[in-house]
Structures are given as C-alpha cells and as structure tokens.
C-alpha cells in the first residue's frame, strides 16, 4: 500500500504479484479497513472497494485484495497510518 500519510490523502494498493503469471481471467476485488490504533480491531469501510481510498480520519488503514477466476486467494496489506495534517 501507499500513500496516505495525512488525512485527505490517496492510498492505493501498490503491487500485485503472482508466485507464476497467471494466463487467464482473474478478478481482484478491494476492501479497506480502519482503527483507531495499529493493533486495535479493523472494520471495513462501507463502500471501500476500488484499488485507491481517500483517507477521512487519523488513524490506521489496511486493504484487503481477494482475487476470483483462474488465480484464487485473499491478501491483506500491513498497517498504513494516516495523521493530521
């Protein structure tokens, strides 16, 4: 993930990469999460589900990517903080 460091900022999703390159139709879906702290308890953000979010709080964000078709699996980024600017 990048981006993001104060509120209002862009964090998007930065690289997706395959064990092997995958030759068919795949799809990846997103789904951002927040908490108020970075070990605190994530909830997904309502309507959080392109590859970019703009961050509207301070505090910590994470990003889920699943991915359906030939490449199966779900991934989820590491904590990403966001403060005031």
Known sequence: MTGGAE??????VDTISYADSPQGTHTLAYQWSFSATEDGTYADISGATDEDYITDAAGFYKVEVTATGLVTGTVESDPSECVTA
């Open 7 to 12: 509120v209002g900022d862009t964090v998007s």
